[in-house]
């Protein structure tokens, strides 16, 4: 248990030990919370509690190298490369309909940042 209330859970995928923290109802859509460098998935602790109360399901992963997640073998990289964070959380054993809502979700939020990043330079 987190100190938001949300449950950490590991997987192994074919390159990882994957950490994650989720909370929410278990039939509720699913919003998958990426954290950026430095920090880990516990910067998500003040946030994802209203979203569970709002009927959200959130997971949040640990990437390579932070909380619980590490390489299964000393071949894979430790990177921040983000389309290889991408693939690490296609990953996660979620059914389809989640994996597929979360997509989706992740697709948006990139679009997003892009639009906001150009906008600043502007």
Not at 6 to 28: C, D, M, N, Q
Not at 93 to 111: C, D, H, I, K, T
């Amino acid at each position: 248990m987190t100190d938001n209330g949300g449950a950490l859970r590991t997987v192994k995928t074919s390159k990882l030990e994957f950490t994650y923290i989720e909370s929410g109802p278990p039939r509720g859509p699913v919003l998958l919370l990426l954290h950026g460098w430095p920090d880990d998935a516990t910067t998500w602790d003040g946030v994802s509690p209203r979203l569970n109360a709002a009927g959200f399901r959130t997971i949040a992963p640990m990437f390579r190298g932070f909380g619980g997640t590490r390489c299964l073998s000393p071949a894979i990289r430790r990177t921040g490369n983000s389309a290889i964070l991408a693939m690490d959380v296609q990953e996660l054993p979620l059914s389809p309909g989640r994996l597929e809502n979360a997509a989706v979700l992740a697709r948006a939020l990139a679009v997003v940042s892009l639009v906001s990043d150009n906008q600043a330079g502007s």
